[in-house]
């Protein structure tokens, strides 16, 4: 069975999962299997694509999990494979509303990859894919799914005993968080804290755009209380206040 040791979040990745943690819905569309050996000169943090794809798998469930991360997953075999292969890349694909679809997460299980022999009367196999993936403090995450490949978990449960379950959990997630934190500095996003005073909500930090984690509820009647910056293009001294 393969073991994608090699895992990360990719460039475009963190741009996207920076983009949610300001309100974005997060959107996977699909599960890739390839068979690419990573090149040396490439990391997973700068992939756009797998190497070399060979399948697509339809997402069957989504599982928000406590911890911050999801856990998508599919079913897939060989019903359709002409070719033997090696199961070597595994990837989550999702959309970003900017750009389309993109290279969400990757891994790579290098020389650990399993051979997947072409089909036919002797050869079914048969594996339940599962991808844990860090999305932070997301609150809309969606996926993809067609009904008509809608798996419940009851036949999740009983295809358990049945098939292999093959998993990629991406890890280091302070790491990620670090690394997101970074991508929203890039884009000129600081992070600001919430705390509630009677019937007021106070956030401070710095900056003229910035994000927060709510700390308390809103009610009827409550009243914002941001931070104004003074523009440093307007002469006059005009008050700016911009938060989103």
């Not at 339809?58 to 911890?67: C, G, H, P, S, Y």
């Not at 594996?127 to 999305?135: H, N, P």
Request: charged content about 20%; hydrophobic content about 35%.
């Amino acid at each position: 069975m393969a073991a994608f040791v090699k895992n990360d979040i990719t460039d475009k990745g963190l741009a996207l999962l920076a983009k949610v943690q300001m309100g974005e819905k997060l959107t996977f569309s699909k599960i890739g299997i390839g068979s690419g050996t990573l090149p040396g000169t490439k990391t997973i943090r700068s992939l756009t694509e797998m190497v070399q794809p060979v399948m697509d798998v339809t997402i069957t469930r989504k599982k928000i999990n406590e911890d911050q991360t999801v856990t998508i997953g599919g079913i897939f075999n060989n019903t359709d494979v002409q070719q033997e292969f090696y199961f070597r890349e595994l990837a989550l694909y999702a959309i970003d509303p900017n750009v389309g679809e993109i290279l969400y997460c990757y891994g790579n299980a290098g020389n650990g990859a399993e051979l997947i022999p072409a089909h036919d009367t002797q050869t079914l196999v048969e594996k339940i894919v599962d991808i844990v993936t860090y999305i932070g403090d997301a609150t809309e995450v969606n996926a993809l799914m067609k009904t008509e490949a809608y798996a419940s978990v009851q036949d999740l449960e009983e295809l358990s005993g049945e098939v292999d379950k093959v998993k990629l959990e991406v890890s280091g997630i302070q790491d990620k968080l670090v690394q997101m934190q970074q991508s929203l500095d890039q884009m000129g996003v600081h992070v600001y804290t919430h705390k509630k005073t009677g019937t007021v909500h106070n956030f401070t930090g710095e900056g003229a755009t910035g994000r927060a984690k709510i700390t308390a509820n809103f009610e009827t009647g409550d009243t914002i209380q941001l931070p104004c910056h003074y523009s440093t293009a307007d002469r006059i001294g005009k008050v700016s206040c911009a938060f989103y």
